[in-house]
């Protein structure tokens, strides 16, 4: 196991993934965000099915560094609940992963 992690969270649209990943890299929260552009989303929201096109923002930080970055993603985000969840990294190109660190300012 590593301590760097894969933050995954749903937007809305391109503009938001683009927007919340621009500022946790410039903020040094994340090294990297990925953006997957379209997706389509069912699920079930206060009794009703929806179907929605969402964007998925892949950001790859540190673990200590995901409450800082939690705050920023939530602050800049307009769904009621997004999602937003955590994912470890269980191994990797060593490499890539000491990149990773380098890029991120600790908390």
Known sequence: MTDSVFVY????N?????????TAVDRK???????FPQ???IYSWKGQICEEKESVLILKTCKELVTPLKETVLALHEYE?????VLPIEDGHE?????????TVRA
Do not use: H, Y
């Not at 391109?14 to 621009?22: L, Q």
């Not at 609940?81 to 969840?85: A, Q």
């Open 9 to 12: 969270v749903t937007t809305p």
């Open 14 to 22: 391109e503009d938001m993934a683009r927007k919340i990943g621009r």
């Open 29 to 35: 929260q994340a090294a990297c965000a990925n953006i």
């Open 39 to 41: 997706m389509e989303s």
């Open 81 to 85: 609940c997004p999602c937003l969840v």
């Open 95 to 103: 490499a890539f992963l000491q990149w990773i660190k380098a890029q």
